[in-house]
Every structure is written in structure tokens, then in C-alpha cells.
């Protein structure tokens, strides 16, 4: 038996501990197997348990190691890293307990931010830089670490609760989508809620959108003295939050 084929019987066995697997090794390694398998399977729980916190405590060890474990034995890790392992969680949850959609988007929200904890740094634009710049031609942008999150249920209410040491709010499905915007601040991942008019600004920012462009859509939408001051108020409070990053000057 060569290394390779030895490497793929063995992560055959970890994967699934069929016998057909196991008995590809001699009887007296099969004691040591099922200590490898227990580890495999210990170790993988033990991320899924770490990376969401606040689901374990809304749902209870029993629900979350059951949805775990299923994952466990249908999806193994696909990546080099065990952080990576955690992303198929939410999918698993949405599909287990679909009467319950708080949950899965319970655990997006604890994924988004943990994504959001291990994103590129970047150099954010601070409050006092903003007297320097020529705003006629700034285009704005945004700094790795933002994401924006869509969510039907008070998730992110009840995620702030447990987060607290507060008794949760009752689980309830939105009578509108709410949407999140995410981001790292510091050593920090943090959330806010935004509005409609914010979210498409915000969305076209990945791209790039000139200040210039935020003040007509928001004079077009808002009237011009309302969406002016919006324009101004919006912009000191993204510098604020730490989500644009250096501002690059169009010509």
C-alpha cells in the first residue's frame, strides 16, 4: 500500500467508519481508528459549538449537536482550515428546523460576523480627515470587512439579548426584510440596521460611488434641504462606524 492510498483509506474511515473502510487495515489498528474517528468527529462539533455561541443558547445543546452531527456525516471539511467548516452550518439549521427560521438566521448573522472579525485590514477613513478632502470628486468606498446581511426574522434582536445576558425576545418573522450592515471596527465586528434608501447606497459603494452621486440621490429622493443634510449626516456617521476607506479623488 502506497502513502497515497493510505491517506485516502484513512480519510474514507474519518469521513464515514464503514467497515468496508476499516477493514482495509490490519485488526490491530482498528483501536487506534476509532480513537482517530472520535477526534475527527469531537474536533469538528467543537468548532461548530465555538463559532456559534448565541445558536447554542437559543436552540439547546440537544437541537444544535443533532443539526451538527448530521453535517458532520454528510459534508466533510472541504477546506485546509476548520474556521471554513462553520460556513455550512446555516444551511444545515435552515434545512432541519424550517419552522424556525430565526435560527439559521441566527447562526448568518454569528457567521457574517465572524467573517467579518477575520476580514482584510484595511486603513479606515476617520472623522477629523473629512475637512480635507475635496468632496466634488470623492468616490467612496468601502472597507473589506463590510457586508450586508438581509434577514426575515428579529434574529438580530434576539442575538443582541443573548449577547447581553437579557431574557430573548419571542421569535418573529419581520413584517418587512430587515437588512444589517457588518463590519470590523478596531477588534471589534459590528452590526446596525439600515434603511432602504441607506441599503442601496451602501450596496453601490461596492463598487465605488462618488459623494457626488449620495448627494443627488438622496436630494431626488428626500427633497433637496432633507437629503443635503442626509447627504452630510450619513457620511459623518459612516466615518464614525469605520466602514469607508481611504478616499480616492476622481478627475
Known amino acids: ?3 497515497l492510498t493510505l491517506q485516502t483509506d484513512f480519510r474514507a474511515w474519518l469521513e464515514t467508519g464503514s467497515d468496508e ?3 482495509r487495515f490490519a485488526p490491530e489498528a482498528q483501536a487506534g481508528l476509532l480513537v482517530y474517528q472520535n477526534n475527527y468527529r469531537a474536533s469538528l462539533m467543537a468548532c461548530l459549538e465555538e463559532s456559534f455561541p448565541q445558536t447554542l ?3 439547546g445543546d440537544q437541537a444544535f449537536r443533532g443539526v451538527a452531527a448530521r453535517l458532520i456525516d454528510d459534508r466533510p471539511p472541504d477546506s485546509w482550515s476548520l474556521d471554513h467548516y462553520a460556513a455550512h452550518f446555516p444551511g444545515a439549521l435552515a434545512e432541519a428546523m424550517p419552522e424556525d427560521p430565526e435560527v439559521a438566521e441566527l447562526a448568518m448573522l454569528e457567521q457574517a460576523l465572524a467573517d467579518a472579525f477575520v ?3 484595511a486603513i479606515a477613513l476617520t472623522p477629523d480627515q473629512l475637512a480635507y478632502i475635496d468632496w466634488d470628486t470623492a468616490m467612496l468606498r468601502l472597507v473589506p470587512t463590510v457586508q450586508l446581511l438581509t434577514i426575515n426574522t428579529n434574529a438580530a434582536k434576539i442575538w443582541t439579548a443573548l449577547c447581553s445576558g437579557i431574557e430573548p425576545p419571542t421569535a418573529t418573522v419581520l413584517t418587512t426584510p430587515a437588512t444589517l450592515l ?3 471596527a478596531g477588534h471589534m465586528s459590528c452590526f446596525r440596521s439600515l434603511d432602504r434608501i441607506e441599503y442601496e447606497l451602501i450596496s453601490d459603494m461596492f463598487s465605488g460611488l462618488t459623494f457626488t452621486d449620495v448627494c443627488g440621490r438622496l436630494v431626488s429622493a428626500l427633497g433637496e434641504a432633507e437629503g ?3 447627504a452630510g449626516k450619513w457620511l459623518a456617521r459612516w466615518a464614525a462606524d469605520g466602514v469607508l476607506i481611504k478616499i480616492v ?3
Open 1 to 3: 500500500m502506497n502513502l
Open 21 to 23: 473502510a476499516g477493514a
Open 57 to 59: 443558547s437559543w436552540i
Open 119 to 121: 476580514g482584510q485590514d
Open 182 to 184: 457588518l463590519w470590523r
Open 228 to 230: 443635503l443634510m442626509t
Open 249 to 251: 479623488q476622481v478627475h
